[in-house]
């Protein structure tokens, strides 16, 4: 149409890609933080407040359940082993800085030795690399993401095995 791209990131346009890639690795990060509470399902909802959900299962007819980590238990005891496993697997992701072959823990630190050489920092999660500190900064948003919610689901999925192989 000619007109310019505009990025939307929960609701609210942005300045431009560079701006979308921040809101959009600090709502990742919002949403970590979430998948990482407690929360109650009472059929197709989610709620973080346990009296809440047990008002509208009555309602809806349905069976309040323990959601940890985007992953209904049926025990709250399940849905802490799923935090403590999702906890455990986010911080096990790690984003490293590189400037040449030397690895940084601290981006602020490689961003100054980068200045000092006149070399570039590379980011890294995973196999994902960029040069870009914003994409390197999404991509351990994502990253933590996936390892939270790949954690609750092997336990659910380990869990729903023993229960077949029990009956």
Same mark, same amino acid.
């Given at each position: 149409?000619?007109?310019? !791209? ?5 609701? +609210?346009?942005?300045?431009? +890609? ?5 809101? =959009? ?8 933080? @979430? =998948? ?5 399902? $009472? #059929?197709? +909802? ?8 047990? *008002?509208? &299962? /009555?309602?809806? #007819? ?9 992953? @209904?238990? @049926? ?7 799923? =935090?403590?496993? $999702?906890?455990?697997? $986010?911080? *096990? ?9 030397? *690895? ?13 050489? #006149? ?6 999660? #995973?196999?994902? /690399?960029?040069?870009?500190? !914003?994409?390197?900064? =999404?991509?351990? %948003?994502?990253?933590?993401? /996936?390892? !939270?919610?790949?954690? &609750?689901?092997?336990?659910?999925? &380990?869990?729903? %095995?023993? &229960?077949?192989?029990? $009956?």
């Amino acid at each position: 149409s000619g007109k310019p !791209i505009q990025y939307v990131v929960a609701g +609210e346009v942005c300045a431009g +890609e560079g701006d979308a890639k921040v809101k =959009l690795a600090s709502a990742v990060e919002t949403f970590n933080t @979430d =998948l990482l509470t407690m929360q109650f399902s $009472a #059929g197709s +909802e989610c709620f973080k407040c346990p009296v809440t959900a047990e *008002e509208a &299962a /009555k309602k809806a #007819g349905a069976v309040v359940k323990y959601r940890a980590a985007g992953v @209904d238990f @049926d025990s709250k005891e399940k849905a802490m082993q799923a =935090l403590e496993a $999702a906890k455990k697997a $986010a911080g *096990e992701v790690k984003l490293a800085a590189f400037v040449g072959d030397k *690895e940084f823990s601290c981006c602020v630190e490689a961003g100054q030795v980068a200045k000092e050489t #006149g070399k570039e920092v590379t980011y890294v999660v #995973g196999d994902q /690399k960029t040069c870009c500190e !914003i994409t390197g900064k =999404l991509n351990f %948003a994502q990253a933590k993401a /996936k390892a !939270i919610v790949s954690a &609750a689901a092997e336990l659910a999925l &380990a869990t729903s %095995a023993q &229960a077949t192989k029990g $009956a």
